[in-house]
């Protein structure tokens, strides 16, 4: 029989992966990832591992404990940095998944004999035509597609998601009548492997402050901002203005980043222009199909908690990809993932890429 090794947690999710494989007879063992080193109130490995521990316990199934801290660093959280630097908004768990949990967590599994790796994420894997397909979890509220879409073939085919049918209701009953010590433990939130912090206080840590002016779109000198890194598109708290004479007293949105004038545009607007388009550029792709030759009608999720958006996809030089979509889509995030699909189908995605023209 070929071995399972699961990425186990701590959290219910891995847990409850755990218990279905081991159920359903097939040789797994755990592996605990450890991929932040620093001890402070907000890091909860210690925890997690104690309740990794339990849950092997109960399961009476061996636990291997990693620590790949230099690799999450360096091919993972120095993306980050260097993305926040650029004055754009990334999302390291997208890179997280492909890098290290798929990438030398899986290397690690290879040398435990394993033959597959399972994760409690919240997705399906669905044999088509030219291979498995990438497809979204029936929880649509926990659908955890639009984190995997990064992945390669290759990967997708040595992955294994026993959540992807079950709803999160069921995954907490399943882990209660299964009698799992941490049935009842909270979702975890925040950066991959790093928690959920203070994210400002966090980032100062590592980009040091850049202050610069804070204009309205007609040019007005409004305030100082920090540095763009601190700020992202949309966002209508911590900009630090209120009350400014001459100026209605409705909220203030960050509309834009003019990084060759150091300058934060805002607008009040709840809608304005600078906050609104229908058309979205990307960085090269990467596809789970066949990329395509024409215009291709889609759906895409330009954050993870959007709804679907239809839309049609045209690919421009170097793999790049221009985005029309069907309705005005507000604060579209440069450093972001479009991530595309037909129905339940992940098509794949890329990084958003800024406006041709940053400046007013």
Same mark, same amino acid.
């Given at each position: 029989?070929?071995?399972?090794?699961?990425?186990?947690?701590?959290?219910?999710?891995?847990?409850?992966?755990?218990?279905?494989?081991?159920?359903?007879?097939?040789?797994?063992?755990? #592996?605990?990832?450890?991929?932040?080193?620093?001890?402070?109130?907000?890091?909860?490995?210690?925890?997690?591992?104690?309740?990794?521990?339990?849950?092997?316990?109960?399961?009476?199934?061996?636990?291997?404990?990693? *620590?790949?801290?230099?690799?999450?660093?360096?091919?993972?959280?120095?993306?980050?940095?260097?993305?926040?630097?650029?004055?754009?908004?990334? *999302?390291?768990?997208?890179?997280?998944?492909?890098?290290?949990?798929?990438?030398?967590?899986?290397?690690?599994?290879?040398?435990?004999?394993?033959?597959?790796?399972?994760?409690?994420?919240?997705?399906?894997?669905?044999?088509?035509?030219?291979?498995?397909?990438?497809?979204?979890?029936?929880?649509?509220?926990?659908?955890?597609?639009?984190?995997?879409?990064?992945?390669?073939?290759?990967?997708? *085919?040595?992955?294994?998601?026993?959540?992807?049918?079950?709803?999160?209701?069921?995954?907490?009953?399943?882990? %209660?009548?299964?009698?799992?010590?941490?049935?009842?433990?909270?979702?975890?939130?925040?950066?991959?492997?790093?928690?959920?912090?203070?994210?400002?206080?966090?980032?100062?840590?590592?980009?040091?402050?850049?202050?610069?002016?804070?204009?309205?779109?007609?040019?007005?000198?409004?305030?100082?901002?920090?540095?763009?890194?601190?700020?992202?598109?949309?966002?209508?708290?911590?900009?630090?203005?209120?009350? #400014?004479?001459?100026?209605?007293?409705?909220?203030?949105?960050?509309? %834009?980043?003019?990084?060759?004038?150091?300058?934060?545009?805002?607008?009040?607007?709840?809608?304005?222009?600078?906050?609104?388009?229908?058309?979205?550029?990307?960085?090269?792709?990467?596809?789970?199909?066949?990329?395509?030759?024409?215009?291709?009608?889609?759906?895409?999720?330009?954050?993870?908690?959007?709804?679907?958006?239809?839309?049609?996809?045209?690919?421009?030089?170097?793999?790049?990809?221009?985005?029309?979509?069907?309705?005005?889509?507000?604060?579209?995030?440069?450093?972001?993932?479009?991530?595309?699909?037909?129905?339940?189908?992940?098509?794949?995605?890329?990084?958003?890429?800024?406006?041709?023209?940053?400046?007013?």
């Amino acid at each position: 029989m070929s071995k399972i090794i699961v990425a186990l947690s701590g959290g219910v999710d891995s847990a409850v992966t755990a218990a279905l494989l081991r159920e359903q007879g097939h040789d797994i063992e755990a #592996l605990f990832m450890a991929n932040w080193d620093e001890d402070d109130e907000y890091c909860s490995i210690a925890a997690d591992l104690q309740d990794a521990r339990a849950v092997c316990q109960e399961l009476d199934i061996v636990l291997h404990r990693v *620590n790949f801290a230099a690799e999450y660093r360096q091919q993972v959280f120095e993306y980050f940095l260097a993305e926040h630097r650029a004055g754009r908004t990334p *999302n390291p768990d997208v890179l997280c998944n492909r890098e290290i949990k798929f990438g030398v967590c899986w290397q690690y599994a290879q040398r435990l004999g394993a033959s597959r790796l399972a994760t409690g994420h919240y997705a399906r894997l669905v044999e088509g035509v030219e291979g498995v397909e990438l497809h979204k979890g029936r929880d649509h509220q926990k659908d955890q597609s639009y984190f995997l879409h990064g992945l390669t073939r290759s990967q997708l *085919n040595i992955a294994l998601f026993p959540l992807g049918e079950l709803s999160k209701d069921e995954v907490r009953t399943k882990a %209660r009548a299964m009698g799992l010590p941490n049935f009842d433990k909270r979702d975890s939130t925040g950066i991959c492997f790093i928690g959920e912090r203070p994210f400002r206080e966090f980032l100062e840590r590592y980009v040091p402050p850049h202050p610069g002016p804070i204009l309205s779109a007609s040019g007005e000198r409004l305030g100082t901002h920090q540095g763009l890194a601190f700020y992202t598109l949309g966002q209508r708290s911590g900009l630090h203005i209120g009350g #400014l004479a001459g100026h209605a007293e409705s909220p203030w949105y960050v509309a %834009r980043k003019d990084r060759a004038r150091n300058a934060l545009i805002i607008v009040q607007d709840h809608d304005h222009p600078l906050l609104c388009q229908q058309r979205v550029l990307t960085e090269p792709a990467h596809w789970l199909i066949t990329p395509p030759s024409a215009p291709l009608p889609a759906q895409v999720k330009l954050r993870y908690r959007q709804a679907d958006q239809a839309c049609e996809v045209r690919t421009l030089a170097e793999g790049r990809l221009q985005i029309d979509c069907e309705h005005t889509q507000r604060a579209v995030t440069p450093g972001q993932f479009a991530v595309l699909y037909q129905g339940t189908r992940c098509l794949g995605g890329a990084v958003i890429d800024a406006p041709p023209s940053e400046s007013l």
